[in-house]
């Protein structure tokens, strides 16, 4: 890590693949753990709106991790958080999102935006030269993207690597050939990978068995550096004065926080934001805890309440606490998960109903296949909250919606956002500092 007077220099890789599936979050922490383990300062982001990738990531590197996404956090967030973690590192890591070139903005697009150079990730079961060939082909897809070469995962023997090798040319080197191990790819569900705090000790060995396994393929040298600078002074600006408007306004309140193995997905950052407008935070346990703590106010994040549905419906004492606060018309915001937990009953992937909440009328049955999941902004009389919505359930007989999440590039009404007394409840999970303004004045109301 170095200072000049054009920003931070900080080695960094980018880790994208042509397609989901590759094993783009396996070798991602893999690598962070590989490189952490020499005692090297590791910082991990992953693109785009995610959960649970980032838990196993933070749990691979030693430190959080949080999204990168030039739509939802905006480009100086993206700037300032790099330009951040370079002064901090030894090594920055960014995970990709899908493929490549999907998505507007693209895993492409960010990559390019700080000059991250891309290691590909390509699973190559089933092919040789052809591998050579895709790889080819997304290298040169865009001028303006720098490729470090290739990491051919699901590789069987060396010959196996040596045809793909040499079919490469010279400008696109093979950096590393993974082998096919089950040891090393990490568990999956209905939304995505199995949560760390589910399975710490197995997660712990698939975590080192993918550093051994990068180990030998000779993946050990840090890659090249790369000049971070902190966003203009004219975006420096604009970031304070949104910030300057909302500083203290929440001083002297008390937020209580859902957080225990039901309800996980809590970026940092919107965390962050809340303890810098002065609001105290206290996290309680909906599965375990009889009473909600003293609050003025109440955040019902995301996560997986189906996997726990007859432990909340039999928590008596909490449902009547939650039940209490939101009587007393005091601010709620529930997320997905959240929200489910708030209707009259939730249906679980074994078909079976359990009694809820009773904050809304409705009720949210789980599917298996199929769901809905994009990018989308929370339209609130508060102001525009962007984020996104990501969930594998249906509700049904829910009351008349207060607005309608606006896509982000469909015109098509997103998701129902309801208001009730002091509830605000809706699928989707929202990125705070998208509108720090807007979130200050629904913590406020």
């Known amino acids: 890590m170095a200072s000049t007077t054009s920003g931070v220099h900080c080695p960094a890789l980018f880790i994208a693949a042509p397609s989901s599936g590759q094993g783009k979050t396996t070798v991602t922490a893999a690598m962070a753990r590989l490189f952490s383990r020499q005692g090297y300062r590791v910082r991990v982001f992953k693109t785009g709106p995610d959960y649970l990738d980032p838990q196993i990531l933070e749990q691979a590197s030693g430190h959080p991790v949080e999204p990168l996404d030039l739509w939802m956090a905006g480009e100086t967030y993206c700037r300032q958080a790099l330009y951040e973690a370079a002064t901090q590192a030894d090594l920055i890591l960014i995970e990709g999102a899908m493929g490549l070139f999907d998505g507007e903005p693209s895993s492409a697009d960010l990559a390019i935006q700080f000059g991250v150079p891309v290691a590909l990730l390509m699973d190559v079961k089933g092919m040789a030269q052809t591998a050579a060939a895709i790889a080819v082909g997304l290298a040169n897809y865009r001028s303006d993207l720098s490729v470090a070469g290739l990491i051919a995962n699901g590789c069987g023997t060396e010959r196996h690597a040596q045809l793909i090798r040499d079919a490469l040319p010279e400008d696109l080197p093979l950096l590393a050939t993974l082998g096919r191990d089950e040891s090393v790819a990490l568990p999956e569900r209905h939304l995505g990978l199995v949560q760390p705090s589910e399975a710490e000790e197995d997660m712990e060995l698939r975590l080192e068995r993918g550093a051994d396994w990068l180990q030998a393929s000779g993946l050990t040298q840090l890659p090249q550096p790369v000049a971070f600078s902190p966003a203009s002074a004219e975006q420096q600006a604009d970031r304070v004065a949104a910030y300057a408007n909302t500083e203290n306004v929440l001083r002297g309140k008390t937020i209580a926080v859902a957080r225990d193995a039901a309800f996980t997905f809590i970026y940092r950052a919107n965390i962050e934001l809340l303890e810098h407008f002065g609001a105290k935070l206290v996290f309680f346990s909906p599965l375990s805890d009889s009473l909600l703590p003293e609050a003025d106010a109440l955040w019902l994040p995301g996560g997986y309440p189906e996997l726990h549905v007859e432990q909340l419906s039999q928590n008596s004492g909490m449902r009547d606490s939650l039940q209490g606060f939101y009587h007393s018309g005091k601010v709620i915001l529930a997320e997905c998960g959240g929200f489910m937990y708030c209707l009259d ?101």
């Open 345 to 445: 009953s939730l249906t679980d992937l074994d078909g079976k109903s359990f009694s809820m909440l009773g904050l809304l009328s409705g009720e949210a049955v789980m599917r298996n296949k199929g769901g809905c999941q994009g990018m989308q902004t929370a339209v609130l009389p508060e102001g525009d909250v962007r984020g996104h919505a990501h969930h594998r359930s249906l509700s049904h007989q829910t009351p008349e919606p207060m607005s309608y999440g606006r896509r982000q590039r469909h015109p098509a009404p997103g998701e129902a956002l309801y208001r009730q007394k002091g509830l605000t409840a809706s699928y989707l999970h929202l990125f705070f500092p998208s509108n720090p303004v807007a979130v200050a004045a629904l913590f406020n109301s």
